[in-house]
Each structure stands twice: as C-alpha cells, then as structure tokens.
C-alpha cells in the first residue's frame, strides 16, 4: 500500500515511541467517481485483481505486518464490504457437500483475518473525517492508515507496510518535524524544555563513515537499538527525570527519588543478567536484524552475522546461503528473532545449520506478560541463555 501513514493522534498524549502499531484504518467510503458505473453499487475496494477483491490485499498485508485490529470505514448502505469479511455458511456448506475443500479453506480464511471491524460515514466529507470515524475504536495509539485502491506488494519479503512502522520508530527525521510543525505546540519544538531526546548522551554504535538510502540501509545515525543495554536505559532514565524537574520545579525531589530507586533496582537486575548469561562469553549469535549488538556488548556475545544483508534489506538467497556457510564454520547454534520478524526464514536456516530459533522481543508491552522494561528483559536473558545452555 502506498500512502500508508502511521499517525499520532496527539502527540502531546500518544504511548511512547516504542509503542507497537496494532491498529489499521482503511477508509473505504468513498463514491469511487473515477470508475462510475462500475460503483454504483459496489464499493471500489470490491473490484476484483486477479481472483480478489483489492481490500483484502490490504487486509492481508496488514495481518502480515503484525496488525493485530482492522478498522474498515464504510459508506452507509453499502454493506457489501462488510459481508465479504463476514463468514457464509450457506456457501460453505455447499463447498463441503461439493468437497472443494481448497476453495472452503481460502474461503473461510477471509473471515479469520483476526478483529475486522466497521465503523460507518454517514456523510462523504472526505478522507480526513473518514479517518476520524475510527477514533474511538484507534484511541490514544499509533496506528496505521490504508489507502487499498494503490496495491503494492512485497512477495516473499518484509511487507510494505511493517517497513514503514519500523522506519517510523527508529527514522524520526522522517516524519516527526512534520508532525510537530503540525501540532504548533511551542512547549514541544525543538530546544524547547518540553522536548526530551532520551538519546541524549548516549554512545550510539556502528555509526555509518558514507551512508546511502537507495540500498535501503535504515541505520542512519548509527544503531538505534540502543535500549537493550541496560546502562544506555539509565542514561535515558536520567534524560526524562532532569527534563520533568524542568518543567515541573515543584514535584522535582519525586522525580528524583524516582530515578534512584530505578537505578538501584536497574543495577539489582543486571548483576543479576549478567550472572545468568556469564556462562556463555564469547557465544556466537545469528540475529534476524542488526538489533542486538548493545546487548552483546554488555553481556559478552558475539554477533555473527544478520539474515538481513542489510538492516531494513530482506533475506535474499545468496547471503542466506552465505550466513549458512558462516553459521557452520563457526559453530553458532542460536538465531534471534523478535515478533515482527519472518520466523520461517529464520526456521528455514536453523533446520540447515542444526540452530534453534530464540523468540527475542526487545520491547516491553511485546509479550503479555511483559509489560515493563525489567519483565521484558527477565524474558529475553532467559530465553537466551535457554537456548545458548541447549546448544552446549
Ligand atoms: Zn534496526
């Protein structure tokens, strides 16, 4: 999908940055004028490509980005969107008694795409409010839109629209000056008190010498997966605590007390993370993308290689063929991989190279029972070490 935006509804309230997008609008109430007649009575989201009808291409590239909620703005009256995403048992009896069994099978996955819901515009006052029908439904998250009458696709690869959510979270320069020009809200511009970069003072690694974005590399400031290190999560602690004092002089010594009792908890658990993984220094790691080297460095593992060729670059063949040939030489038996990311190919390369494929969310709020950062990082140093310890 082109023109796909994940947008903040109001900066000033949204979850964190790292907040995953769960939720997809797709505004599919328009009169579609371009192709009158043919929509007189059908919505052009129904007109068919190939053996679909072309918001369901955008439904499945939603799924597949890890989209968890759809919500699909319709016209009122034209419900034949709605019955599509529907299940039909009358249609599937017939195709059982039938013993089309293939065509039940693809029939019935449309109806299992996961939470499709509808929301009506009952006015056609354009795509903006149509969007805005999905308010209540999206809340305060970040969230994707689809636009389905552009379909792209990526075959076999990252699909289009998890690119765009992860470019979003780590490439702000993208998309944040714009929003914030947007938002005219002083206290937040740049320099402004109100405006805290948790980054700053951290030692960003892998920092780019020449950097090109037609090869699609995504870490262009250096690798921003900088807070699985816990002392990098501390200096940001810190960055949030000073700023808050800032603007809120009188509530200072909370803020404060805060922090302390963060940092000693933080250093508790590390001790403690590091105990577990000091059994494995010098370990070798595959990792699906570049975002594991802060915590190697901590802990004393070793990245070996990506099944990326590039970071944002999907697996090709050729460099999986060659991680093989590295993975065997070197004897390295585990291979990270977070949620978002394509656990087949991982699967794929670990039944070639005798490896386990580890489940790594790095972000808290990935797992459901890991709604903080400490949770998060209990999970991760126990599966590797788990998976680490199986290979010994
Ligand atoms: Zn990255």
């Known amino acids: 999908m082109s023109r796909v935006a994940a947008a903040r509804d109001d900066l000033k309230e949204t979850a964190p940055i790292t907040a995953r997008v769960r939720k997809a609008v797709l505004p599919a109430a328009g009169f579609g004028t371009r192709f009158l007649p043919a929509t007189k009575a059908i919505p052009k989201e129904m007109m068919p490509l190939v053996d679909r009808p072309i918001i369901q291409y955008a439904v499945e590239e939603a799924v597949a980005s890890g989209i968890e909620q759809i919500i ?24 059982e008694d039938r013993g089309d069994i293939e065509m039940l099978r693809t029939i019935r996955r449309i109806s299992e795409f996961g939470t499709v819901a509808f929301v009506h515009q009952r006015e056609q006052l354009g795509l903006g409010h149509a969007v805005l029908m999905a308010k209540d439904l999206v809340g305060e998250e970040p969230f994707a839109v689809l636009l389905s009458d552009d379909v792209m696709l990526n075959p076999g690869g990252v699909p289009v629209t998890r690119q765009l959510i992860d470019g979003g979270a780590e490439l702000e320069l993208g998309w944040l000056p714009p929003l914030l020009e947007n938002a005219r809200n002083g206290k937040i511009a740049a320099g402004a008190p109100g405006r805290i970069v948790a980054s700053e003072g951290i030692r960003l690694v892998e920092i780019p010498t020449s950097f090109d974005r037609s090869k699609g590399d995504i870490h262009s400031l250096g690798n921003p997966h900088f807070m699985i290190d816990p002392l990098n999560v501390k200096i940001v602690a810190r960055n949030i605590a000073t700023h808050f004092a800032q603007i809120d002089p009188k509530s200072a010594a909370t803020y ?38 802060y915590l190697a460095q901590r802990f004393g593992l070793v990245t070996l ?36 990311q394509n656990r087949k190919t991982a699967e794929t390369v670990a039944r070639q190279t005798g490896a386990v494929v580890i489940d790594a969310p790095q972000q808290p709020g990935a797992a459901a029972n890991a709604s903080t950062y400490f949770d998060s990082m209990d999970n991760l140093v126990r599966a590797i070490a788990s998976g680490l310890g199986a290979q010994k």
Do not use: C
């Open 72 to 95: 699909i703005v319709i016209a009122t009256g034209r419900s034949a969107i709605e019955d599509h995403f529907d299940s039909n048992p009358s249609l599937e009896r017939w195709l």
């Open 305 to 340: 290689d990506e099944l990326e060729p590039k970071p944002g670059i999907a697996p090709s063949p050729a460099h999986l063929a060659q991680v093989i040939g590295k993975m065997k030489a070197n004897n390295a038996k585990v291979i990270l991989v977070q949620p978002f």
């Open 256 to 293: 404060s007390a805060n922090l302390s009792k963060f940092n000693t908890r933080l250093d508790t658990k590390l001790a403690q993370w590091q105990q577990q993984l000091a059994p494995y220094k010098g370990a070798k790691i595959v990792t699906y993308h570049r975002d594991f080297p």
